[in-house]
């Protein structure tokens, strides 16, 4: 599977690609599921562009997304801190919600992960639980009795070096054993994101690949968007499954 992340923190300054508004969100969606995507990750932004958990927004936001990509394709959101810092704030921004996404990423290092993962839950909403390497997610996650019930694990290796990203995951995937036996998503960013990327498809683990993670295509250009990233990653993630015969099939 390959997930795409569409705009993450990234503003205006990341370039025009990045898609901010409802409308560009929409249509960086349909070209990145046309390009090989079956999932979409995105963040919801105010009209000047900052992460926001609003009900108004959100309902806006996966309406319009909605109605461009096929029904089957899941369409998840950011649940990040820096979005609501407070945590009893973003537990009722998610019991808020008037329009629900299929799934919500929650970062386990956060402050109040396991209380927004719970209203996340509660709500019949597919929780993806954010480990991030260099945090103690991994530490907090196993020790989670609300584990065994989310979707799946996003592996987030947040190392930008290319050279060392990919032992950086294998020491992340270490710490994480057997993820309550969820399935993982392994992805990088920035620099790290295509080796990471690589290597989840050798290791037969889902992926993602997008503007969120990085801007520039795997021959050092910069992308011309989301689909293009995503057509890349789709045909170098392939690869990698196919060059290791016998990988195990995915648990999605």
Do not use: Y
């Not at 929650?106 to 396991?114: L, Q, R, S």
């Not at 060059?243 to 995915?250: Q, T, V």
Request: proline letters at 8%.
């Amino acid at each position: 599977m390959v997930q795409v992340c569409l705009n993450g923190v990234r503003g205006a300054g990341d370039g025009g690609v990045v898609p901010l508004s409802v409308e560009a969100l929409a249509g960086a969606a349909v070209g990145a599921v046309v390009a090989g995507a079956v999932d979409v990750h995105l963040h919801p932004k105010t009209p000047c562009g900052q992460d926001t958990l609003s009900p108004r927004v959100l309902a806006v936001t996966l309406a319009a997304v909605r109605a461009r990509v096929p029904a089957s394709v899941p369409v998840g959101v950011t649940t990040g801190a820096w979005a609501e810092p407070e945590a009893t704030q973003r537990v009722g921004r998610v019991r808020s919600w008037t329009v629900l996404p299929d799934h919500a990423s929650v970062n386990w290092h956060e402050p109040g992960a396991e209380q927004v993962a719970a209203a996340l839950l509660d709500r019949g909403v597919g929780v993806e639980a954010g480990i991030w390497s260099g945090t103690d997610g991994a530490a907090r996650f196993a020790r989670s009795p609300l584990g065994p019930r989310v979707l799946r694990v996003l592996a987030e290796v947040t190392d930008p070096d290319p050279a060392t990203a990919p032992a950086t995951a294998r020491a992340l995937l270490a710490d994480l054993g057997s993820a309550h036996g969820r399935p993982v998503l392994l992805h990088g960013e920035d620099g790290g994101a295509w080796p990471v990327l690589r290597l989840a498809g050798r290791l037969g683990l889902a992926t993602r690949i997008g503007l969120e993670d990085t801007l520039f295509l795997p021959d050092g250009r910069r992308a011309s968007s989301n689909a293009e990233l995503v057509a890349a990653g789709t045909e170098l993630w392939h690869a990698a499954r196919v060059r290791r015969p016998g990988a195990p099939s995915e648990a999605f």
